[in-house]
């Protein structure tokens, strides 16, 4: 037995039997203490089996500006004022990532009612709850097994919820037919997004799978493509023409990927994030084309399907367009995306989602099968969530009028801070910000002074990344840097969220306006 161990079972019977009254023994124990410690120094440590040295590279690499360092900092900064800190500012605003109820957003009173019903029957007696949200919640129950929430659904999730989705797409895009089988449920979009990526990575070197993503870009995709160790092929949004996709420079990007990869695949995010843009038909047509001619499989991130404010703007979803384009392009393989996390009900949290796809073909069909039933199954709470999104009430039904009005009310909103961000950022020197056509966020181009890039460039910082923790710092508010994003070099950007309340808003601008003519004062030319 090692000699810290035996004078450790020394000191417990000396304790244990009561002889620690005297001085003597009080002097033993403290005798056999000092021994054990000065071993315990000599037992040699054992090393870490994971370091940051041996573990996954692919990991190593992956960065998600969303959650970065400024955001780290935000959150120190409300523990500080919490604790009797002063500063310039009551509070620290989060406008860093498009969490909805975090703004206070209120949840849609529908939504919620199905979902507590569902996880707790015994409300199917009580009087209070509207028959349609019973209704709807009792069906799903009755899909489930033993009729409860805690049990696992299927893989691809559950069968009653995936034809509802499947009935939703169809009315959603006139009547062209989506079948059930096609639909994958799944724990927020991104989940589903991250599966589809899986199966289109492979190949070494030159024959490595390359996924053509926008520039600006949700950091998704570029952390998604490190962890698979894919290559990521910019492709760079027309910030002149309200950040559009334009056929030469998709055309550019694929044909400089092919000199060290193989490009497979082309992200699109409509509506746009960061940038907010709402794409015309004839830019998808053109997209879609494209996508055709470079014989690229198409990922169509439309999260944000619900969330359109401008004027003359339409959301046109890629199902649609591709159809509608005729039998030359109906064959595509095409993956779209939607969730609950985004639109008007705003439900980050309950993680629900779901992904179509068409035209795969069938043995790689059956591979996505055993890639997903790997996960067992999406949360089944989220999974009802996403019901009531592509299953509302209906006109007529007890719930409608309340539904509609909380709806209209919270997309209303919306639009009108959609207006008041961009119209601010523009009345500002050295700021201009492209129309929010849609999404929940702005995405303003700041024309920093060189002495503020010099002085990022000295403390080793992207200008930026220098700007948004001086706008953290001095004015409380939590933006994402566009460097996190992805933008033309030479260009500074930061997105802000749109989702505070109008009130709340108006004041974020008020502090960013002052905040702005303070930075341009400091660091003038």
Request: with cysteine.
């Amino acid at each position: 037995m090692h000699h810290a161990t035996k004078n450790c079972f020394r000191v417990g019977r000396l304790v244990s039997a009561g002889r620690t009254t005297n001085r003597a023994t009080w002097a033993a124990v403290e005798h056999l203490l000092s021994v054990n410690m000065a071993c315990n120094n000599h037992v040699p440590k054992r090393n870490k089996v994971l370091t940051v040295e041996n573990m996954n590279p692919n990991i190593r690499t992956m960065e998600y500006a969303v959650r970065g360092p400024i955001v780290q900092r935000a959150t120190e900064i409300e523990n500080e004022l919490s604790k009797g800190a002063k500063k310039p500012y009551k509070d620290v605003v989060k406008c860093n990532i498009g969490d909805a109820h975090a703004m206070g957003q209120r949840p849609i009173t529908f939504l919620r009612q199905v979902v507590s019903l569902c996880t707790y029957p015994e409300l199917l007696k009580d009087n209070r709850f509207p028959s349609d949200a019973k209704e709807r919640a009792q069906r799903i129950l009755n899909c489930c097994r033993g009729q409860s929430v805690g049990s696992y659904s299927e893989s691809a999730g559950l069968e009653v919820v995936r034809q509802d989705v499947a009935a939703y797409i169809e009315k959603r895009d006139g009547g062209i037919p989506s079948d059930p089988h096609n639909i994958i449920l799944s724990a927020g979009a991104s989940e589903g997004i991250r599966s589809v990526l899986k199966l289109l990575v492979s190949g070494e070197g030159k024959t490595r799978t390359g996924v053509m993503i926008p520039i600006p870009q949700y950091p998704l995709y570029s952390a998604s493509v490190a962890e698979l160790d894919a290559i990521q092929v910019n492709y760079y949004l027309n910030e002149e023409n309200c950040w559009s996709l334009e056929i030469p420079e998709l055309k550019r990007s694929i044909d400089e990927a092919r000199k060290h990869c193989n490009p497979k695949c082309i992200v699109v995010i409509n509506p746009g994030n960061p940038t907010g843009q709402v794409l015309s038909k004839e830019n998808i047509e053109n997209v879609i084309k494209f996508a055709a001619q470079e014989k690229l499989f198409i990922i169509a991130d439309e999260v944000y399907q619900d969330n359109v404010y401008a004027k003359g703007c339409e959301y046109h979803s890629f199902k649609k367009v591709l159809t509608e384009l005729g039998p030359d392009y109906a064959h595509m393989e095409l993956a779209s995306f939607h969730s609950t996390s985004k639109g008007y009900v705003g439900e980050c949290g309950l993680r629900g989602g779901y992904c179509e796809a068409i035209n795969l073909d069938p043995d790689v069909n059956l591979q996505l099968s055993k890639l997903i039933s790997a996960k067992l199954c999406p949360t089944v709470t989220g999974q009802a969530a996403m019901d009531v999104v592509v299953n509302p009430p209906v006109e007529g039904e007890p719930s409608y009028e309340l539904f509609i009005k909380e709806k209209k009310e919270v997309l209303s909103n919306l639009a009108q801070k959609a207006k008041l961000v961009a119209d601010s950022f523009n009345a500002l020197d050295g700021v201009s910000c492209n129309t929010v056509q849609g999404a929940m966020y702005a995405f303003p181009r700041v024309m920093l002074p060189q002495k503020a890039i010099d002085q990022a460039k000295k403390l080793g910082k992207q200008p930026d990344a220098f700007y948004a923790e001086s706008l953290l710092e001095d004015a409380g508010i939590c933006v994402v840097p566009g460097s996190g994003f992805g933008q033309v070099e030479g260009t500074f950007h930061f997105r802000t969220t749109i989702l505070p309340p109008v009130a709340k808003i108006t004041e974020v601008m008020e502090r960013y306006t002052a905040f702005h003519t303070n930075f341009l004062n400091q660091y003038k030319d």
